[in-house]
Each structure stands twice: as C-alpha cells, then as structure tokens.
C-alpha cells in the first residue's frame, strides 16, 4: 500500500504542477487589422481636429474663381500678375496659409504659382488599408507587432467645390505610415505612428 500511496502522491503533484503552468502560460491576446485599426484611430481622434492644406494651382485658381471664393482685385502691368480677394463665401469655407485674405498670384517663367488654403471645417486624419501585420522587436516592450497603414484627410464638411480643388494634381490627401504596437498588461497599445 506504501508504493500506491507514493504513486498517488507523485501523479497529484505531477497534475497540479501541470495545472499551474497551464495557468501561467496565457497567449497573448490576437492584435487584428481591425483592432490595429481602431487604436490608431482612438489616438487621432484624441488630437485636435485640423483643417486640410490644399495646393492651389492655376487650374485650381480657376475653380475657386467659378465657385466665387475669392474675385480678380487687381492685375498687374505685365498681365501675368494679380491679386484676388477671398469673397465671404470663400472665409466661410477657407483660410490661407499665408494669411490675410488677398492671394498674390505672381506666375514665373519656368516656375507655376501656387498658394496653400486650409479649410475651415477642421477633421481628425483616418487610419484605413491596415495591411503588413507583423511580429516586432521593441526597446523595452517583451512582445511587439508593427503594422502599415494609409493616413487619409477627412474632407467631411467641406464644400464640393473645394474638395474638387483638393483632387487636383499635386495635392497629397494621403500617406504610407507605419504604427507599432506593443502588449502591456494582457492588452494591445499603440506604441508610436511614424
């Protein structure tokens, strides 16, 4: 009875031990595209909402003319030259980033004119196209993942005409960034947006 009485001791220890690094073996939880996501939109929406810089072009000088956000003021000697002076319509839907509200419009041979306007409805940027999600080494984090991502311009509440001017060429409404995460007390951080 003694031999049984020491297996049964030996098989009670072995299974408790079992039970115990089972306990202490958690996974770490999935970090999904969609949780990627929602983080790095959770840290933009906690910024302050911005307007958009939109590049304007003489195509673009045209369209903010039709859509009457700004009116021909004064042209120069040489005829290339002018100045046009943002309407109430245009205050209402844009700021320029030089300030003040005359765009002097001085073309150079070789060289287009353009300004930069910033619209008045201000956005928080939007995280989207999730993609690349990978296992990560980060400085002082035991378990990481780094993930690619677009950051867009939230055009919500600006008027048609002016997010017409925003899709011409040269405008940037988007960019390639790349977020890493990292996994702090059984949950997934955002680490750092480069």
């Known amino acids: 009875m003694g031999k049984a009485k020491g297996l049964q001791v030996v098989c009670v220890c072995a299974f408790l031990s079992a039970g115990l690094l ?8 999935e970090l999904t595209e969609a949780n990627a996501q929602a983080l790095i939109q959770a840290k933009y929406d906690q910024t302050p909402a911005t307007g958009v810089n939109i590049m304007v072009d003489d195509l673009g000088l045209k369209q903010g003319l039709a859509a009457q956000y700004w009116k021909l003021s004064k042209v120069y000697s040489n005829k290339s030259w002018a100045d046009y002076t943002l309407t109430d319509d245009g205050k209402k839907a844009l700021t320029l980033l ?8 001085r073309p150079e041979e070789g060289n287009p004119a353009h300004f930069v306007v910033v619209t008045v409805a201000a956005n928080h940027a939007r995280a989207h196209d999730i993609n690349n999600l990978q296992d990560e080494t980060l400085p002082g984090a035991d378990i990481a993942k780094g993930a690619e991502f677009t950051e867009g ?4 509440g600006v008027p048609a005409p002016l997010q017409g001017i925003a899709h011409n060429p040269g405008n940037k409404l988007s960019a390639k960034r790349h977020a890493d995460f990292s996994l702090e007390g059984g949950a997934w951080k955002l680490h750092s947006i480069e």
């Open 22 to 29: 089972l306990a202490g073996c958690k996974t770490a939880p």
């Open 98 to 105: 030089a300030g003040g509200d005359v765009i002097q419009w």
């Open 153 to 156: 311009a939230d055009l919500t």
